[in-house]
C-alpha cells in the first residue's frame, strides 16, 4: 500500500501537522507528524503550513510504500 501524507488542518489549540493516509484502502487515516514546539516561534501558523507542506510534499515525492 503506498503512503500518502496530507496537509492537516491548523487548530488554534494543537498547532498543525501532516497526515499519513494509506492511498490503497479507503483514504484511512494511519498515521500524524505533529510538532511538538519548545520553542514560541515555532507556534506560527503560518511557519506550521509552510513547514507542512515542505514534509507533506517530501513524502509524496519519496513514493513510500508499505506491504
Known sequence: ???????????????????????????????????LCHDDQLRDKALQERLSRIIADAINAAGISHE
Not at 10 to 26: E, F, H, I, R
Request: hydrophobic share 50%; aromatic share 6%; proline share 0%.
Open 1 to 35: 500500500m503506498k503512503i500518502k501524507a496530507e496537509v492537516g488542518a491548523y487548530s488554534s489549540v494543537v498547532g498543525g501537522g501532516v497526515l499519513l493516509v494509506a492511498d490503497g484502502g479507503k483514504g484511512r487515516m494511519m498515521g500524524q507528524i505533529a510538532f
